[in-house]
DNA sequence: CACATATATTGTAATAATTACAATATTGCA
DNA sequence: TGCAATATTGTAATTATTACAATATATGTG
């Protein structure tokens, strides 16, 4: 819990209870890509005050800072990954899980560069169908 | 016109007239990747009794036969694209256009295929950061 | 340590995209 | 033409997210 506490302060976050709260959650379930909604339902049992603006607001802060990125592949909500190195996601139609996958791929490591012309500043690559578990 | 009613017929959708012109519109906005709201807009101009519902079902419709396909990348609405070829977008941050980028990717042709044990029904890149036009 | 100021948290209300649903209209076939 | 199936429409409900104002907490200065 200091490391996370560290971390924040590195990042020039101040370390509330409720962000150390949110960004140790994110440390716990790194391949879970929760909804602000499943933060929030899991804090509220340590934190009953904690209020569901208060995580919108900590992700947007940790967005901002770096810290953690949004991945928006379902196309209903945004889910939180605290991993921000560029990798590719896996989202199950059947289950709804978003899986990590590991795969070499010539999308990866241009930031900065160009294509057509355009400007990149993040690389986002996804599969949809169905997972492992559930096949 | 009576090309897109063929397409119709074809993939076994009954072509009303709410349906060809909004196959039409797709067809005549190739690039634009546009919302509900914008084709809904557009096509209230020739058809001032059409319902955003019927808008929604229609490109449910097109979505469920494989005449679209949606581009949820944005993370605030879903973008629907009549190129239903598996290709990758850019997203512009500053104007919020997407636009068609020609990349030659590992990512590409692996329907069917497996990664992770995971199997594979749809393959999605895209990049997101300042299109050529707002540098 | 106390106070003032800045910043964070909370709760509620507003907004935006989408879906549900029931009434009406249209289509295609016998 | 008439009937059954399907589509369209309008409205209301739902879900995710944002706006905002009041309260609480934290930080820096004397």
Redesign the pocket.
Do not use: D, F, H
């Given at each position: 819990m200091e490391k996370i506490n560290i971390t924040l302060k590195e990042k020039g976050?101040?370390?509330?209870?409720?962000?150390l709260k949110v960004l140790d959650y994110m440390s716990k379930n790194l391949r879970n890509h929760p909804?602000?909604?499943m933060i929030y339902e899991e804090l509220a049992k340590e934190?009953p005050?904690?209020?569901?603006?208060?995580v919108?607001?900590?992700l947007?802060?940790f967005i901002e800072k770096g810290l953690v990125c949004g991945v928006t592949i379902t196309?209903?909500?945004?889910r939180y990954d605290i991993n921000t190195e560029s990798h590719h996601h896996f989202l199950c139609k059947k289950c709804g899980d978003i899986i990590d996958v590991d795969v070499p791929c010539s999308l990866s490591g241009k930031k900065g560069e160009l294509v057509d012309g355009h400007k990149i500043e993040e690389i986002h690559g996804y599969f949809k169908g169905t997972c492992r578990s559930c096949i």
């Open positions: 976050i101040k370390p509330t209870y409720q962000r909804t602000v909604e934190i005050t904690i209020s569901l603006t208060t919108y607001n900590t947007g802060t196309g209903t909500e945004v």
